[in-house]
């Protein structure tokens, strides 16, 4: 089956401070991962489609400035949370499609960021 | 994207089968439908999807209605790692992203 690993799997950070989260996908080539981030008791938010050499589309209300998005190769992504608050605190999940796959999307275990 | 409507939860006894239902009455004619689990702390994983026909796989199988305003995703035979929330998920052909609803919190009585 296909693979997507994140690291770290929590991180604990002081306030002001960046974070840097990667995705992996570790048996197949992903061209489009995507980065969610999910609050305690609620569902996941897209927050951004990331394409493999280009600029990340980020959703309505996320800050691109805030949330860096690199997307340097076909097997990994990055999500940098700068200068990060409290309010920042989250699960942070990404996820993977195939290249050549129109439907499924293969997910990450999810990075707990708790920001101090 | 077009909408989807799940209970918020359901209950079921281990061993049992396990029917969950998910309406989605403005699908249009390019929508898949796609079910996704999330365990707790974990990230989602993908269940099963389908477009008209019902579809069964090793987890579990998708009964669509014939007007495809409904779904039906079936656990043939529950056990306690099947508790998790359940996401019915619509997708257009070539749509990029998915858009989560609130899904159903199932859990399994032992």
């Known amino acids: 089956g296909a693979v997507v690993s994140q690291h770290p799997s929590r991180v604990i950070c002081k306030s002001g401070t960046s974070v840097k989260i990667e995705c992996r996908s570790l048996d197949f080539q992903a061209t489009t991962m995507f980065w969610y981030r999910q609050f305690p008791k609620q569902s996941l938010m897209l927050m951004a489609t990331?394409?493999?050499?280009?600029?990340?589309?980020?959703e309505q209300g996320v800050e691109k400035d805030k949330f860096l998005i690199n997307h340097a190769s076909l097997t990994l992504s990055t999500l940098t949370v700068t200068s990060a608050h409290p309010e920042d605190s989250s699960f942070y999940i990404c996820?993977?499609?195939?290249?050549?796959?129109?439907?499924?999307?293969?997910f990450g275990p999810g990075t707990r960021l708790l920001v101090l | 994207d077009a909408k989807t409507t799940q209970p918020n939860s359901m209950e079921s006894n281990e061993e049992e089968p396990v029917h969950l239902p998910c309406n989605h009455s403005t699908i249009s004619g390019t929508d898949y439908i796609h079910w996704y689990r999330q365990l707790p702390s974990q990230g989602p994983e993908y269940v099963i999807h389908?477009?008209?026909s019902n579809v069964n796989n090793r987890m579990a199988s998708l009964a669509i209605a014939e007007d495809r305003k409904s779904s039906t995703l079936i656990l043939h035979r529950a056990t306690l790692r099947d508790a998790a929330v359940y996401y019915c998920?619509?997708?257009?052909?070539?749509?990029?992203?998915?858009?989560f609803g609130q899904g159903t919190r199932l859990t399994i009585n032992p």
């Open positions: 389908g477009l008209t």
């Open positions: 990331s394409n493999e050499g280009s600029k990340a589309t980020y």
């Open positions: 996820s993977a499609k195939r290249q050549g796959a129109r439907e499924t999307q293969y």
């Open positions: 998920i619509l997708n257009s052909q070539g749509a990029q992203k998915l858009v």
